[in-house]
């Protein structure tokens, strides 16, 4: 199916993808039952220049099923936000585009990286990694199916080949009019073990004109202005790290923008963002479900504060959002108190 646009409409929305790499933008990463909209929300405000949802899966976003609706879904503050899809089949993925498509999201991007079983075993994912030809004439076909600028997070190769597909893939891919390029510099063989080789991004990136964005063990402001530096990327893509430290973005921005280092969140702050992500989630599903999807961040938001470890057992165990406060209160009550007694012990200068 082709969407025929006025040329002047595609001009300015050239202009607009252009725009999104001005300033290497550091990028949320996809992470399925992560990258929903309130944690796109959350690291947007904590300097997140660009967000990509969840992938969807096409069989069930062509049936229209609540799921990939749900995952869908763009506010209008949502913004810029992509829209990642991933599949077995280069016919449905291209109908599939088309519908996403309608979501309005900024760009589409197709996920060729995913490597677990159920994905990738299933002809998904990095699964199109085995057959460089077929995931090309798939990217062309996606790319004819939708006047939006379509893009592919992939990985290096599928492994353990000795020299990496991806940079050739690179080129491939821009032919047929692929329009960014994010590399996790691992093999799909690799997982999530091993060490991300950022050089692979650089060899990819120098081979092309489009953007390419680097992505893998990104976990600070040093290693996003390092990855940037080594390999010349017009931008730096981060997972693991944001789901535990969405100040993260703040940090990098403060880095590549400023070249200023910014001090570590404070008790308070990082008890205001538990806070804060719980509201939301819970505006968004209900107790309990908001409540346990909060938990995964609470490890992280919560590291360096005082008694950490039972606070955040203390909300592990704790099914509702009333009850979740209260322990919060509790604990910044503890910490207001702690720095008012280590204000009155303070010898005046
Ligand atoms: C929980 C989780 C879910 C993920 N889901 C997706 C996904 O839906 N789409 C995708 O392209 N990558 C997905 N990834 C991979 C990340 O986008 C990223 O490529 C990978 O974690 C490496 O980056 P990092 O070292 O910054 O985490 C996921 C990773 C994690 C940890």
Redesign the pocket.
């Known amino acids: 199916m082709s969407n025929a646009v006025p040329p002047s409409a595609e001009t300015d929305r050239d202009a607009r993808f252009r725009e999104l790499f001005a300033n290497k933008p550091v990028i949320l990463?996809?992470?399925?039952?992560?990258t929903d909209a309130v944690f796109r929300r959350l690291c947007r405000k904590h300097g997140a220049g660009l967000c990509v949802t969840?992938?969807v899966n096409v069989e069930g976003l062509l049936r229209g099923c609540q799921r990939a609706a749900r995952k869908l879904r763009l506010e209008d503050d949502d913004t810029p936000t992509a829209i990642?899809i991933y599949g077995a089949d280069a016919d449905r993925l291209a109908e599939a585009a088309a519908v996403a498509a309608a979501a309005n999201p900024t760009f589409l991007d197709i996920?060729c990286?995913?490597w677990v079983p159920k994905i990738a075993g299933r002809g998904a994912g990095a699964a199109w990694l085995r057959d460089p030809d077929a995931m090309v004439k798939m990217a062309s076909m996606v790319v004819k199916s939708t006047s939006l600028p379509v893009t592919v997070?992939t990985r290096i190769g599928w492994g353990p080949e000795s020299d990496m597909p991806i940079v050739e893939l690179a080129k491939r891919l821009e032919g047929v009019g692929v329009r960014a390029l994010t590399v996790?510099c691992r093999t799909a063989k690799m997982g999530?073990s091993g060490e991300?080789d950022w050089s692979w991004a650089g060899k990819a990136r120098a081979g092309v004109s489009i953007p390419v964005i680097v992505?893998?063990?990104?976990k600070s402001a040093d290693d996003a202005a390092r990855a940037l530096a080594e390999t010349g990327c017009a931008g730096v893509m981060?997972?693991?790290?944001a789901i535990e430290h969405p100040w993260v973005f703040d940090e990098c921005r403060a880095l590549l923008d400023r070249g200023v280092h910014l001090a570590p969140p404070t008790a308070l702050e990082r008890l205001a963002l538990c806070r804060e992500h719980l509201l939301a989630n819970v505006d968004q599903r209900g107790e309990p479900h908001g409540v346990h999807c909060t938990r995964r961040h609470l490890s992280g938001y919560l590291k360096g504060l005082p008694g950490a470890a039972a606070v955040r057992n203390a909300l592990n165990h704790d099914e509702t959002l009333a009850g979740c406060l209260a322990i919060l209160d509790q604990a910044e009550e503890r910490v207001r108190r702690g720095a008012e007694e280590r204000a009155a012990l303070a010898v005046p200068a």
């Open positions: 990463a996809p992470m399925e039952d992560v969840e992938f990642q996920n990286g995913c997070k996790h999530h991300a992505n893998g063990d990104v981060i997972g693991r790290r």
